[in-house]
């Protein structure tokens, strides 16, 4: 599969919305909107491959064409993989252990470097360790996310990744974002956060159910999204001296428009 194509239903109110937007391999589309607006029904819909069938109407494609039931129902190996908000692992399993069940799920037999790798990109994620050995029950919600962004981006065959609201996962969303798409697949994002929503090659603006808009990142907004940037590392930056037992009792506002990549002619006017 090499793209998916998005066809509007109605919103709350029952008004036709007017969507018809395809989005290839290696595409990164964020939804914006208010609480409640149906952000997460967006997802809901493209997850199940709707065709009319839910209470907005929606209908999806691949490659231009009305899925099969094949692909609308399979229970492994399905076309559409979704990060929820939350993560809780029941299983009584080491994360090694809980890779190579994965794999051998989908009748696969990952090697020992390629659970490495999955291991690697997790604590390129998270600031909070991940062993092999650990219990999955032990994990924080970080590493939880974390473990399961890297694993559906290495060992999921699945094209299509849906995030709902990465921001409050604990990990570093950029790389999270980086790490999808370089693995080829088309990745739709939930969010309320700037930097992640200029991340984007597009957005869509929801209200009352519906897209109201598709805008496309402009050069102007790429330019402020490396400011942003710079400011969230700087976050980042207080949140591992408070993990330290450090104080923050320094030049606050000087930390965060001093120092290599703050560009202040680079902020928002």
Not at 136 to 152: F, K, V
Not at 153 to 168: F, G, K, Q, R, T
Not at 173 to 191: C, F, N
Request: proline share 5%; net charge negative.
């Amino acid at each position: 599969m090499h793209s998916l194509t998005l066809l509007g239903g109605y919103d709350k109110e029952g008004y036709p919305e007017v969507l018809d937007l395809t989005l290839n391999r290696g595409d990164i589309l964020c939804i914006v909107g208010p609480t409640g607006a149906g952000k997460s029904r967006l997802l809901e819909d493209i997850g199940c491959l709707a065709q009319g069938d839910t209470p907005t109407g929606r209908r999806v494609l691949l490659d231009h064409q009305v899925p099969g039931e094949a692909q609308r129902f399979a229970i492994g190996n399905r076309m559409v993989a979704q990060l929820s908000q939350n993560m809780h692992f029941i299983m009584d399993i080491s994360v090694r252990e809980f890779i190579l069940m994965h794999g051998e799920s989908r009748c696969l037999d990952p090697e020992e470097a390629l659970v490495d790798r999955i291991l690697r990109c997790a604590n390129q994620l998270t600031g909070e360790a991940i062993q092999g050995d650990m219990p999955l029950t032990q994990l924080s919600g970080g590493q939880s996310r974390s473990l399961m962004i890297a694993d559906t981006a290495l060992l999921s065959p699945s094209p299509v990744v849906l995030i709902d609201e990465l921001e409050n996962a604990g990990v570093d969303r950029q790389r999270a974002l980086e790490l999808l798409v370089g693995e080829d697949k088309i990745l739709l994002v939930s969010t309320h956060d700037p930097v992640l929503a200029l991340l984007g090659d597009r957005r869509l603006c929801i209200q009352r159910g519906a897209v109201r808009e598709v805008i496309q990142t402009t050069p102007a907004e790429r330019r402020n999204l490396a400011f942003l940037s710079a400011i969230n590392e700087r976050f980042l930056g207080l949140r591992e001296r408070l993990r330290e037992g450090a104080l923050l009792d320094f030049d606050m506002p000087a930390y965060f428009t001093e120092g290599p990549g703050i560009e202040k002619e680079a902020a928002p006017r």
